[in-house]
Nanobody
Framework: VQLQASGGGLVQAGGSLRLSCAAS????????IRWYRQAPGKQRELVAG???????NYIEAVKGRFTISTDNAKNMIYLQMNSLKPEDTATYYC???????????WGQGTQVTVSS
């Protein structure tokens, strides 16, 4: 299974971006899918997650601004990011855990830069 993230870029504060993550395997075969981010000099942190049952969770810093979703037909994972802030600047990674065997997969990361 491979995960290919895309959609990052440079945006002004208050703007929006939609990150995409293309999975080579079936999205419904994952028990949980997550987006992480890592800012320069900081540890990687979990941003949002969605289970195979559709339950979502978000860190407090992005609640109400970010939305994680999947398109099982297209094997795609999305992170819609609205009202972006400079502190959202980071490299964003998609992550998925297989339902059988719990193997973990990572995408290669996509850079998001929010200017003030």
């Amino acid at each position: 299974v491979q995960l290919q993230a895309s959609g990052g870029g440079l945006v002004q504060a208050g703007g929006s971006l939609r990150l995409s993550c293309a999975a080579s395997g079936r999205v419904f075969s994952f028990s949980v899918i997550r987006w992480y981010r890592q800012a320069p000099g900081k540890q990687r942190e979990l941003v949002a997650g969605i289970t195979s049952g559709g339950n979502t969770n978000y860190i407090e810093a992005v609640k109400g601004r970010f939305t994680i979703s999947t398109d099982n037909a297209k094997n795609m994972i999305y992170l819609q990011m609205n009202s972006l802030k400079p502190e959202d600047t980071a490299t964003y990674y998609c992550n998925a855990v297989k339902s059988l065997g719990f193997k973990v997969y990572w995408g290669q990361g996509t850079q998001v830069t929010v200017s003030s």
